[in-house]
């Protein structure tokens, strides 16, 4: 009897890192999606990136159900409840990623909208592509429970920070020269403030990782601290 009731908690466990993988996928194709909106001003692509929102909504609240179902039915300790409490921290993450994926669609509508920006589109493109590349890592390595690849994306994070201030001292440039295009430049420059926002959900999931792996908790915490706890474990 004892046997059986560990397989289907161990059913359990399984079946909620499967939600979460599919709710990052999800999400991952959405910041995908938005960025190559805003550069292209794909306005259709912008409003699938809207529709989609609601589905990522329903699986954040989907699997907040799941964990207190598991927390109040199944009362997990040490490692297994480690893993329940990340994944209700991992979800809130993601779902707040999707929120920024629709501001950057919603910048996209209005380029569409107001006519293109003078620049700022290569800023979207290269912190998109690096921020695209964190959210796959971190999936990858809750997926691998991989505490390693973890604080690779931490130490990312710090990349995507330094491009957010020297794309913001482009934006500057731009509204400087021009200011007739001001309105413009400032969908460019909030939809780089929500790609920096996506990479420091994924520093937050990435933090969620080592913590189910190792026990540490190393939020509010420097990458060289983290780097330090690791290496003694």
């Given at each position: ?118 620049g700022g589109y290569e800023e979207i493109r290269h912190m998109g592509a690096l921020v695209q ?25 710090t990349q995507v920070d330094r491009e957010y201030k020297s794309a913001m001292r482009e934006i ?62």
């Open positions: 009897m004892e046997r059986h009731i560990s397989q289907r908690f161990d059913s359990d466990l399984e079946a909620l890192k499967s939600q979460v993988l599919e709710m990052g996928g999800i999400v991952e194709q959405q910041i995908i999606d938005s960025v190559k909106a805003i550069e292209s001003v794909n306005r259709p692509l912008a409003e699938h990136v809207l529709e989609v929102e609601n589905d990522v909504d329903r699986r954040e609240v989907l699997l907040d159900e799941n964990c207190t179902m598991i927390l109040a039915c199944r009362q997990p300790a040490a490692s297994d409840l480690r893993m329940v409490l990340s994944v209700t921290k991992m979800t809130r993450d993601l779902e707040r990623m999707g929120d920024e994926a629709q501001k950057i669609a919603q910048m996209a509508i209005a380029l569409s909208d107001d006519g293109a920006a003078p590349k964190m959210v796959n890592s971190v999936l990858d390595a809750f997926a691998r429970f991989d505490a390693d690849k973890a604080l690779d994306v931490a130490r990312a994070d500057v440039t731009y509204m400087m020269e021009d200011p007739r295009s001001i309105g413009r430049v400032m969908n460019i420059l909030w939809a780089l403030r929500s790609i920096e926002r996506i990479g420091d959900h994924a520093r937050n999931i990435a933090e969620h990782i080592i913590y189910l792996v190792k026990g540490y908790d190393v939020r509010h915490t420097s990458v060289h601290e983290i780097e330090k706890r690791l290496n003694k474990s």
